[in-house]
């Protein structure tokens, strides 16, 4: 590593991304140990790679003049320089004394440093500055730019908020296009340099508006109009994302919030679309974004028993989605479409490992409507808490939603529906009850019977 990493948060971030890399793609070989400050790779000469990067000056060591075991070691040595190349890029270089390229380093430094990896420097116990930015923007290979998380993010953190470069309405490419010309030229020459500096899949014909369709999140769920901006349209999509992107109506923001914890040198990806099976999924990103997806979720291709069990589970995600919106079952059996939004809430629990993001909040939004238009204030109270509490995670406390929430949660008569079917199941707020365990109080809560 020509020249050493430095101790700086930029460093550390690329470096952790390195080692979990490496971690993953030799989790099941025996060779390779993960010990508590290093990798240790079993073979001759044993090479080592610190979980810090600044001690790091070279993974490779001298010749044996055992060929097998020459073979072997070189394998290791030209996968983990491939990863590090990936990387590092030219800071990485390769040395052969057979060919006459020499250490960068004296042999004794080296020695000296690879006994430092054994022990931890002290932990850096400094607050994070407010005004260093949680993310990194960092080449991802296949992905083009994407951003890094410089630190570990806690689940609930406001990593980025930005107002758009420009806002733009869904029209066709050839209507678009002056438009969005007519837009840029009015702009500051940073916000235009910014704008150009986008991606763009769709270049030949219309530059500006391939910007626009490769880049452009809507202002709001279902709004017609896009925005884009410098930093939040570097964040790469994934089917099982880390992170929340939300329209503030309000203030005329974009932000995006850590929906689980993300460790340092992970990706920071959001939702681009609805989800949905890998088809259909794959073919609206295709579509709409014109990229084939290589998320996580996307490669479990490569593991087909995994891939059946999601498919499987994300089809019957849809179909409870659709049975709970069906009007008449919410008029004639709201038990049942109760107890389906308490089988979507464990279905995408499953699915996303228990950080569903706005899923959540919406699927408990259901189960709030379905008890409110029946007349139950006490179960639609609890509802609306919980609602409000997941999108507290997934778009803050300032998010009009999660406020919206947070007022129904107290008084839940006030929604548009209270009443609206019946009041058959009329129960004041003040009577949710006090004193059951978990489960029964979930039993109570989706009116589930023994
Ligand atoms: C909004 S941009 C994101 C930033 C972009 N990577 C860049 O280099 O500027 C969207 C583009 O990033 C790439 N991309 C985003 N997510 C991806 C994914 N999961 N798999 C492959 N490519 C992805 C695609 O080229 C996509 O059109």
């Known amino acids: 590593m020509v020249p050493r990493l430095s101790k700086g948060d930029v460093d550390r971030c690329v470096w952790a991304r390195f080692i979990d890399q490496i971690k993953s793609y030799y989790k099941d070989d025996h060779q390779v140990e993960i010990k508590p400050n290093y990798i240790l790779f079993k073979v001759i000469c044993q090479p080592i790679l610190p979980f810090e990067g600044h001690k790091f000056l070279s993974f490779s060591s001298n010749i044996s003049g055992r060929v097998a075991e020459e073979v072997e070691m070189e394998d290791y040595v030209n996968t983990v320089?491939?990863?590090?190349?990936?990387?590092?890029?030219?800071?990485?270089?390769?040395?052969?004394?057979?060919?006459?390229?020499?250490?960068?380093?004296?042999?004794?430094?080296?020695?000296?440093?690879?006994?430092?990896?054994?022990?931890?420097?002290?932990?850096?116990?400094?607050?994070?500055?407010?005004?260093?930015?949680?993310?990194?923007?960092?080449?991802?290979?296949?992905?083009?730019?994407?951003?890094?998380?410089?630190?570990?993010?806690?689940?609930?953190?406001?990593?980025?908020?930005?107002?758009?470069?420009?806002?733009?309405?869904?029209?066709?490419?050839?209507?678009?296009?002056?438009?969005?010309?007519?837009?840029?030229?009015?702009?500051?020459?940073?916000?235009?340099?910014?704008?150009?500096?986008?991606?763009?899949?769709?270049?030949?014909?219309?530059?500006?508006?391939?910007?626009?369709?490769?880049?452009?999140?809507?202002?709001?769920?279902?709004?017609?109009?896009?925005?884009?901006?410098?930093?939040?349209?570097?964040?790469?999509?994934?089917?099982?994302?880390?992170?929340?992107?939300?329209?503030?109506?309000?203030?005329?923001?974009?932000?995006?919030?850590?929906?689980?914890?993300?460790?340092?040198?992970?990706?920071?990806?959001?939702?681009?679309?609805?989800?949905?099976?890998?088809?259909?999924?794959?073919?609206?990103?295709?579509?709409?974004?014109?990229?084939?997806?290589?998320?996580?979720?996307?490669?479990?291709?490569?593991?087909?028993?995994e891939l059946m069990v999601s498919e499987t589970r994300r089809e019957r995600i849809e179909n409870l989605d659709k049975a709970i919106g069906d009007p008449f079952a919410m008029f004639l059996r709201p038990s049942d479409t109760l107890l389906n939004c308490r089988e979507l809430l464990q279905a995408l629990d499953e699915e996303y490992n228990g950080h569903t993001g706005a899923l959540d909040a919406r699927a408990y939004y259901d189960a709030f409507q379905v008890c409110a238009a029946h007349g139950d204030q006490a179960r639609a109270s609890v509802f609306a808490e919980r609602s409000y509490q997941a999108r507290v995670i997934c778009e803050g406390e300032e998010s009009p939603e999660t406020q919206r929430m947070k007022a129904l949660a107290l008084r839940p008569k006030d929604h548009a529906s209270f009443g609206l079917l019946s009041m058959t199941w009329k129960l004041k707020r003040q009577t949710v009850p006090t004193g059951l365990d978990a489960m029964k109080f979930e039993k109570w809560l989706f009116r589930e019977r023994d």
């Open 81 to 305: 320089r491939s990863h590090a190349r990936a990387i590092f890029g030219s800071r990485i270089h390769g040395w052969n004394e057979m060919h006459d390229s020499w250490w960068h380093y004296p042999l004794d430094e080296v020695k000296e440093s690879i006994k430092s990896y054994e022990q931890l420097d002290e932990p850096d116990t400094a607050i994070k500055d407010p005004n260093v930015p949680w993310f990194v923007v960092w080449d991802i290979p296949a992905k083009g730019k994407g951003l890094l998380a410089r630190f570990d993010i806690p689940k609930g953190t406001r990593i980025l908020c930005e107002k758009p470069l420009l806002t733009v309405k869904s029209m066709p490419s050839s209507e678009l296009e002056p438009v969005v010309a007519a837009k840029l030229k009015a702009l500051p020459r940073e916000s235009q340099r910014q704008f150009l500096s986008l991606h763009n899949n769709f270049k030949r014909k219309h530059p500006f508006s391939g910007i626009v369709k490769t880049n452009a999140l809507p202002c709001g769920s279902s709004s017609p109009v896009g925005g884009i901006y410098p930093n939040i349209c570097l964040i790469n999509h994934s089917c099982v994302p880390n992170s929340h992107n939300n329209w503030n109506d309000d203030t005329e923001h974009e932000t995006i919030y850590a929906i689980r914890p993300i460790k340092m040198g992970e990706e920071i990806t959001i939702p681009y679309g609805p989800g949905g099976r890998l088809e259909q999924r794959q073919s609206f990103l295709k579509e709409s974004f014109g990229f084939t997806c290589t998320c996580s979720g996307c490669n479990l291709i490569s593991a087909p028993d």
